[in-house]
């Protein structure tokens, strides 16, 4: 017997999405929910096995679903627009809840219960470490499709094993970072309080698969782990998907900041946003043959006479970024440490979270530039390629195009959405020297303006003297 609705909202606010007929089917439909759902599933297995059994280059379908359409799109594109919807839709996560109902439902052991394993070793290492290090790897369909295989298999051994979506929790390589980044959207779940008030019985959080209480969400001003996946909202209608303004919470005093969604802003800043302007920014410029990480790679790879495919100034650059950013958190952060009395962490915890907006913002730069140069006709014609279509298209633009200049404002807009943040999280500090406490936290922001437009002049001043992949 299913969970009942107890509660039954006699009106609903406007910004509420559930109060708008077309966004309600859209978001809280079980039909359309499941065929979104049923949609990427098959996408997913079906990009897998064409990869398997074509593993050529000639196939471009496996590589255009998995980094010209998910990565991009549902990631880069919808989490600071409509919130976590990939995770909403992620075939792993719908197929896990399944597969635990039959599973064993065992607690995972308090050393596997750790996000940051899923942060570092499923995302950074596995992912990142090889893009940058070997970069041919994932353009070959078979690497891609065995990639996906291999944490579609370890997610439902997961879900088998352990209880409460432990998978998404812990080792998914977007888990933690989505629900982080997700913060950035204007889409926000919660419940209407004066309903609960008189709630005896929290069905919201007893249909929650990850164990979450919804109507906590919003004095608490955090979603972690939430996947919209819209069971609460199926079992009781005092739940709301509201429209508030971007980046609500991140102005808002978090009642249980997480250090590990901190952590992703960094390390993702570091790992991405850095290394992204410094090896394919900086080294494709004609200034790039006199970069460091540039110099030195070329000296590590002839004095170790390494094969060709290892690109050791990526692996150069990537640990460059690591050791710029967290070098000045160290020491900023331990500078604003004693001004507010606490330890690092501590400060971190009150003024790390007006870092979010430098890679997610800042990445759509980058991701908008490619739709128009490289994804557009990657997924047209991959698609009509697996499915017989029979319908090849150009790309919309090719690269170095005047025009696509506009979408080098995301950074600049990150940027200062960073620092906007951050003065408001200051402005709220109990110390007479909220001024020097903004000054030192804005250095890592001011610091990726400044390499933003580095990056920018860089190229537009000393363009790259020949063609770059």
């Known amino acids: 017997m299913g969970l009942q609705k107890l509660h039954f909202i006699p009106k609903r606010n406007r910004t509420d999405i559930f109060n708008i007929p077309v966004l309600s089917f859209l978001f809280k439909n079980r039909y359309m929910l499941l065929s979104y759902r049923l949609f ?13 059994m074509n593993p050529t280059k000639e196939n471009i379908f496996t590589t255009a679903v998995f980094w010209s359409l998910f990565w991009p799109f549902f990631m880069v594109v919808s989490l600071p627009t ?16 399944y597969i635990t109902k039959l599973g064993l439902k065992l607690r995972p052991p308090n050393w596997l219960a750790n996000p940051y394993i899923g942060l570092i070793g499923s995302n950074v290492l596995a992912y990142w470490f090889v893009l940058y290090t070997f970069p041919g790897f994932f353009r070959q369909p078979l690497n891609t499709a065995l990639f996906f295989l291999f944490f579609t298999v370890l997610s439902f051994i997961f879900f088998f094993l352990f209880n409460g979506m432990s998978y998404c929790k812990y080792i998914c390589p977007i888990g933690s970072v989505n629900t982080a980044f997700s913060r950035v959207s204007p889409v926000w779940l919660s419940t209407y309080q004066e309903e609960c008030k008189t709630c005896k019985k929290p069905d919201c959080a007893l249909a929650c698969p990850y164990k979450l209480n919804p109507s906590k969400f919003e004095e608490r001003k955090s979603m972690m782990n939430c996947t919209m996946c819209m069971e609460c909202a199926h079992a009781c209608d005092a739940v709301k998907l509201e429209f508030k303004k971007w980046g609500y919470s991140l102005y808002e005093k978090i009642k249980q900041p997480k250090m590990i969604e901190v952590m992703v802003y960094l390390i993702l800043v570091a790992v991405i946003t850095f290394t992204m302007r410094f090896h394919h920014g900086l ?33 150069l650059a990537m640990l460059l970024s690591l050791f710029l950013v967290f070098g000045i958190i160290y020491l900023t952060f331990g500078r604003i440490a004693k001004v507010l009395q606490t330890n690092v962490s501590g400060a971190l915890l009150l003024l790390g979270y007006a870092f979010a907006p430098l890679m997610i913002v800042g990445g759509l730069s980058h991701v908008l530039e490619f739709f128009f140069i490289e994804y557009y006709h990657h997924i047209v014609n991959g698609f009509s390629q697996a499915f017989g279509l029979g319908v090849f298209v150009e790309p919309l633009a090719k690269r170095g195009e005047a025009w696509l200049h506009v979408f080098r404002i995301f950074p600049f807009i990150a940027g200062f959405w960073s620092l906007h943040i951050l003065w408001k999280r200051v402005s709220v500090l109990n110390t007479p020297r909220r001024g020097y406490v903004f000054a030192l936290a804005s250095i890592l922001p001011v610091f990726y303006l400044a390499l933003s437009l580095f990056t920018l002049l860089a190229m537009l001043i000393f363009p790259p003297s020949h063609h770059h992949h």
Not at 41 to 48: G, M, N, R, V
Not at 90 to 96: A, I, N, T
Not at 301 to 306: A, D, K, V
């Open 283 to 315: 080294s494709r410029s004609g200034l790039g043959e006199y970069m460091p990480w540039t110099v030195g790679g070329k000296y590590i790879q002839q004095t170790f006479n390494l094969p060709k495919w290892i690109d050791v100034s990526g692996l």
């Open 82 to 97: 409509l919130g976590n919807v990939f995770c909403m839709v992620c075939p792993h996560g719908f197929l896990g809840k």
């Open 40 to 52: 990427t599933t098959f996408l997913l297995f079906y990009a897998i096995a064409y990869g398997i």
